[in-house]
Each structure stands twice: as structure tokens, then as C-alpha cells.
T-cell receptor
């Protein structure tokens, strides 16, 4: 089945530690996105990539890093510089070049601080 | 003013009721519009796109009013399974494929 796979489902971070969240898609989508959702709040864009080897900062990129070496994969690293990392992280993808393309989401990773 | 605004609710309605949500957007250059549904502690799922002429999918009807810069979602004959948060989502072509999400309207359908 085509879809977006995020792993792990739950992740715990120790202080000073970097952690990496995985996102893989087999939908042949060009564009991929990372969002953060805090309780009772909307989705906020962290980073996005419209093509392999290229990515742009979203609205809240500080303390995060990404790479896009393959079309299928867009991992997100939450660095120790992110002081409030506890949140629900969502990865999404969409076909590029069509402005009416919706985004499709993975089932998310919940990150907590130990 | 927020780019996309929604009434957070909750809207508490009995089964079988008709309920409508509105969402306003601030940028008149907005090009594409969607409604997503998000269940508690789950990912958002696309409910329907919103087309200029309005569109219907079963019990769900979406409307766009460009002059007043709002979109609406009407749910007829509400089911218990419709209980969720409904997210209004807007795309501006000038921002590429980035979407802006509203904070959502919570719907609770009671027996």
C-alpha cells in the first residue's frame, strides 16, 4: 500500500541529546514537510522540501535540522538547541507543481523529554 | 490577525443534526482550500478539497466565498463517528506548496 511511514511512534529525549525522526514515503511525491503540533494548537511548519537535495525553513526551524538525500526520505533531527521539544511531530508529502494538491500525513511521532 | 481563523468550539450536537463550520482567511491571494479531519491523538486526514463552485461528498458540503474570504463545511445527518476536530487549510500559490492550517473546530456528536 502507498503511504507515509513515520518512526518511531514514541520517542524520549535526554537533555543535551539529538534525536532523529524518520519519515519515508512511497507515493512518488516530490514535496515533503515536517510539522509540529502542540496540545490545543494548530500545525506549525518546521521545514519543507520540494525536491531532492533542497529544503527550506518553515516558521519554526530553530533547533531542528533536516536532509533530503533521497526522494522517499526526509528525516528530521531535533537538536539539543530545541529547548521545548515535547510535541507531536507530523510528516507530510504532496505532489509538486499543482497548487491544488493536498498533503497526506504519516501517523506521527510523539516526542517527550526524559 | 491570524492567516486562518476558526471557532475552536466545541460544537455539541445530537445525532442526526446538521452542523456548519466557517473558516476565514486573511490573504486574498489564497488559491487552494481544504478541510481535514483530525481525531484525538491522530494525524490529520483529508476530508475534502473546496472548489470555487462548492462541492458535495455524501453528507458533507463545502463552500467557498472569495469576496468575504471564508470557507464553510456543512455536515448533514451527523453521526457519532463524525466527532473529531475539523481543520481548515489554505494554500497560497505564491508560497509554493505550503499550506496554512487553522487550529481546528471541535465537533462532539452525542447519542
Amino acid at each position: 500500500d502507498g503511504g507515509i511511514t513515520q518512526s518511531p511512534k514514541y520517542l524520549f529525549r535526554k537533555e543535551g541529546q539529538n534525536v532523529t525522526l524518520s519519515c519515508e514515503q512511497n507515493l512518488n511525491h516530490d514535496a515533503m514537510y515536517w510539522y509540529r503540533q502542540d496540545p490545543g494548537q494548530g500545525l506549525r511548519l518546521i521545514y519543507y522540501s520540494q525536491i531532492v537535495n533542497d529544503f527550506q525553513k518553515g516558521d519554526i526551524a530553530e533547533g531542528y535540522s533536516v536532509s533530503r538525500e533521497k526522494k522517499e526520505s526526509f528525516p528530521l533531527t531535533v537538536t539539543s538547541a530545541q529547548k521545548n521539544p515535547t510535541a507531536f511531530y507530523l510528516c507530510a508529502s504532496s505532489g509538486r507543481g499543482r497548487s491544488n494538491q493536498p498533503q497526506h500525513f504519516g501517523d506521527g511521532t510523539r516526542l517527550s523529554i526524559l | 490577525r491570524k492567516e486562518v481563523e476558526q471557532d475552536p468550539g466545541p460544537f455539541n450536537v445530537p445525532e442526526g443534526a446538521t452542523v456548519a463550520f466557517n473558516c476565514t482567511y486573511s490573504n486574498s491571494a489564497s488559491q487552494s482550500f481544504f478541510w481535514y479531519r483530525q481525531d484525538c491523538r491522530k494525524e490529520p486526514k483529508l476530508l475534502m478539497s473546496v472548489y470555487s463552485s462548492g462541492n458535495e461528498d455524501g453528507r458533507f458540503t463545502a463552500q467557498l466565498n472569495r469576496a468575504s474570504q471564508y470557507i464553510s463545511l456543512l455536515i448533514r445527518d451527523s453521526k457519532l463517528s463524525d466527532s473529531a476536530t475539523y481543520l481548515c487549510v489554505v494554500n497560497m500559490r505564491s508560497s509554493g506548496d505550503k499550506l496554512t492550517f487553522g487550529t481546528g473546530t471541535r465537533l462532539a456528536v452525542r447519542p
